[in-house]
């Protein structure tokens, strides 16, 4: 169905527009290497080192008044690293989760999620680390201190997590373990968050509570019909508009006042001999979005999805 290899996917990315995950693994890796460069002149310049001019111009601060100074930071956050491990396993991430769920939804939906989750894992860190950081330091003043978040993992999460809401059973090969289904890679994070929120990255562990429960809300909205993140998709096509020529969409689904019938559908003319018709109408695509809706996308067959996924590129 999606792409093909790994060199593909990135050769292709910024023309497939199903490449949305390559693309964010792009605008990541270019950040991190463009602040690497800035880090190295501060060093001999000013005596800093890389992180510390990532975090204090790009990282979300955890005061109000610093974020009204900084109000870039919500979203540049999201896009800044601490180091090369830090940035290589969230883009693995990015990259395994990404492609599955662009396998089901189409690229738009995982810039979606993304943006969604790292938006609400900062939602989190501002309103509760100031409360953890009190409660496990009874006394301090939490105004002396000025800790900055930076990291993609909310919006990482936020699409792992998403996956695991989309489709649960789906199975994943892990090195030195075998297969495991998605459900429980995700239930082992939602237990290692939890588990770290007294240590000394609680202000992260937040992050991934807040992406993560974003993933999962968002996809099962969408299975409501409701997509949470249409207002992205807006925002990022008016920027696009002026610099590149959008071309206009052909997808749209809208529920009918009165429901199909199982039955109805059922009874829909199918093209024969074919796996799926070059020209998908949009009443198949209302049938399908109906379909998903009442019994998940793991109900759909193999043709549905492939239409699905057509339909999402045109």
Request: net charge positive; no cysteine; hydrophobic share 45%.
């Amino acid at each position: 169905m999606y792409g093909g290899g790994i060199k593909e996917d990135f050769k292709n990315a910024f023309n497939n527009p199903n490449g949305a995950h390559i693309q964010l693994i792009i605008i990541n890796v270019v950040v991190f290497v463009v602040l690497g460069l800035i880090g190295v002149f501060a060093d001999f310049s000013l005596g800093r080192g890389t992180l510390d001019v990532s975090r204090e111009y790009f990282g979300l601060p955890m005061h109000l008044n610093e974020l009204l100074s900084r109000f870039w930071t919500p979203i540049t956050y999201m896009f800044v690293h601490d180091g090369f491990f830090h940035i290589l396993f969230n883009m693995l991430f990015l990259y395994w989760f990404g492609r599955i769920l662009t396998e089901y939804l189409g690229g738009a939906k995982v810039t979606n999620i993304y943006i969604l989750g790292g938006l609400a894992g900062g939602l989190i860190y501002l309103t509760l680390y100031p409360v953890i950081l009190q409660l496990l330091n009874p006394g301090m003043d939490i105004s002396a201190i000025s800790p900055n978040l930076v990291g993609a993992s909310a919006g990482v999460f936020a699409v792992v997590f998403g996956t695991a809401a989309l489709v649960p059973n789906y199975t994943m090969f892990l090195l030195f373990i075998g297969p495991v289904k998605i459900k429980y890679i995700a239930l082992f994070y939602v237990l290692s968050f939890l588990l770290q929120l007294s240590g000394s990255n609680a202000g992260g562990e937040l992050a991934h509570i807040g992406g993560a429960l974003v993933g999962f809300l968002y996809i099962k909205q969408l299975q409501k019909g409701n997509d949470l993140g249409a207002w992205i998709g807006s925002t990022l096509r008016f920027f696009k508009s002026f610099f590149i020529k959008q071309p206009n969409i052909k997808v749209t689904y809208k529920r009918s006042a009165s429901k199909r019938s199982t039955k109805d559908r059922a009874a829909a003319p199918r093209a024969s001999g074919r796996t799926s018709s070059p020209m998908t109408s949009q009443e198949e695509i209302d049938a399908i979005l109906d379909k998903i809706s009442e019994r998940g996308y793991e109900s759909l067959t193999k043709e549905e999805k492939q239409k699905l996924f057509n339909a999402s590129k045109k």
